[in-house]
């Protein structure tokens, strides 16, 4: 690598925070960081040049958990625990859209809907018969009303006429968030240094060694790699999990006006523009989908053209861009929040719902930080 005296000598000196990563965990973290303690020299380094992991790559919903997921969430945490990881989403949301406004990233309160397909009475009959449950859970622990509501689906005409609407809801565009982000973390005086792969952490020396060569030294490091985590630490208890994503060309007569769940959020639908993004279905292919390698398979991507026809009839042969993004999960929903040492954090495991808990995990590893 050809790196110029000056470049190699920023680069490489301690700041007092290392970041790795600059997804929306990163970067909200390096804001919050700057936010609680200015004075604080704040570096974060990405192999990509823009973040290349799950946070640009998302559907864009900005949601919290639909009736299936809570219920199935409910069974094997107990109530406090899931409602924790709830109101850690509720939280981060709110975090988000103060700090970055709702225009800049195209946040629309369009509500969530969940809808059930033919074969999925069972579990659509207990949905519906807990709404109520869910909504007292809703209020007693985020303070909200009526959040689920029973609704006919008159949109999507191949899935059953139940459906289940939560008024609280809605969409972003990822890209938008994360520019945002990024610009905001920059004007505080956060160094964004783009396009280095940190190989591997050499925590005697308090080193980052790079692909490049390059050995970065560290004061405290903070990763945030997600998904990748167990790249860099082997121990942590997350698994990586890839998500393929396809987008349709626009179609004339389209009127989604939600952000869709179906199969306990494995399956994940919009319009964006006038266009239908349509992502998920790892759960049919879990072995090869546990990587961290992106990607689109035949496998996933046979399903999703069907359930899009379902959807949509026809709109099959309407895709136009397939991609894939990769997330970070584990037994737990909760996130990995923790000290591995002295002077390494770690904020990763982020699970489907990361647009949400991101800006709340920022700011606990901020707070962290301004604690030790
Ligand atoms: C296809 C898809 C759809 C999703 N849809 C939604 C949704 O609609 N709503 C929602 O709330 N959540 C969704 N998620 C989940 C959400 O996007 C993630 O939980 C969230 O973006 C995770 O943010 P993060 O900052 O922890 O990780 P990431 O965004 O993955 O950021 C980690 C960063 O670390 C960098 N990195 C990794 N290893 C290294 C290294 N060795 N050296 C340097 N840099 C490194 C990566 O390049 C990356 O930029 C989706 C995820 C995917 C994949």
Same mark, same amino acid.
């Given at each position: ?19 790795? #990563?600059?997804g929306i965990v990163g970067v909200s973290t390096a804001i919050s960081i ?18 290349? *992991? ?18 199935? +969430?409910?069974?094997?945490?107990? /109530?406090?625990?899931?409602? %924790?990881?709830?109101?850690? &989403? ?14 800049? @990233? /195209?946040? $629309?309160?369009?509500?969530?809907? /969940? ?23 809703m209020a007693d622990h985020l303070g909200i009303s009526k959040c689920y509501?029973?609704? $006919?689906?008159?949109? =999507?005409? &191949?899935? $059953? ?8 809801? #809605? ?23 783009? *396009?280095?792969? =940190?190989?591997?952490?050499? !925590?005697?020396?308090?080193?980052? @060694? ?31 999990? &890839?998500?393929?994503?396809? @987008? ?21 639908? &919009?319009?964006?523009?006038? !266009?239908?993004?349509? *992502?998920? #279905? ?15 398979? %035949?496998?996933?991507? $046979? ?12 709109s099959s042969d309407h895709v136009v861009h397939w991609w894939s993004g990769?997330? #970070? ?10 000290? =591995? ?21 920022? +700011? ?9």
């Open positions: 690598m050809n790196y110029s005296f000056w470049e190699k000598y920023f680069i490489e000196s301690p700041s007092d925070i290392t970041i790795i #990563g600059s700057k936010e609680k303690l200015p004075h604080l020299d704040v570096k974060i380094i990405e192999r990509g040049s823009q973040p290349y *992991g799950a946070s640009t790559k998302n559907a864009g919903f900005a949601c919290f958990g639909s009736v299936s997921e809570l219920l199935d +969430d409910f069974i094997k945490m107990g /109530e406090n625990p899931c409602m %924790e990881v709830v109101h850690m &989403r509720w939280e981060g949301l709110k975090k988000l859209r103060a700090r970055l406004g709702d225009q800049i @990233m /195209e946040y $629309k309160n369009g509500g969530g809907m /969940e809808l059930f397909r033919n074969g999925d009475e069972q579990i659509m009959d207990e949905c519906l018969g807990k709404i109520t449950f869910c909504n007292e859970m509501t029973e609704v $006919k689906n008159d949109k =999507v005409h &191949r899935l $059953k006429k139940e459906a289940i609407f939560n008024a609280y809801e #809605g969409t972003i565009n990822p890209v938008s968030m994360m520019n945002q982000l990024i610009k905001k973390a920059i004007l505080l005086g956060v160094h964004l240094i783009n *396009g280095i792969a =940190v190989d591997s952490i050499d !925590r005697t020396n308090k080193k980052l @060694m790079c692909a490049s060569g390059l050995q970065i030294n560290y004061g405290t490091l903070i990763v945030c790699t997600n998904g990748f985590a167990a790249q860099l630490l082997p121990e942590l208890p997350v698994v990586p999990a &890839r998500n393929q994503v396809l @987008m349709t060309s626009p179609i004339t007569d389209l009127n989604l006006t939600s952000a869709y769940h179906v199969d306990k959020g494995y399956i994940y639908f &919009r319009q964006y523009e006038q !266009r239908i993004l349509l *992502g998920g #279905g790892r759960n049919i292919d879990p072995i090869t989908e546990s990587t961290d390698e992106f990607g689109n398979t %035949e496998i996933i991507r $046979k399903y999703l053209l069907s359930f899009l026809d379902t959807i949509h009839p026809g990769i997330l #970070g999960v584990g037994d737990s929903k909760f996130p990995v929040c923790k000290w =591995v040492g002295d002077d390494v954090l770690v904020g990763v495991r982020l699970g489907g719902m990361g647009v949400a808990i991101g800006s709340y995990l920022g +700011d606990k590893l901020a707070s962290e930080v301004a604690e030790s």
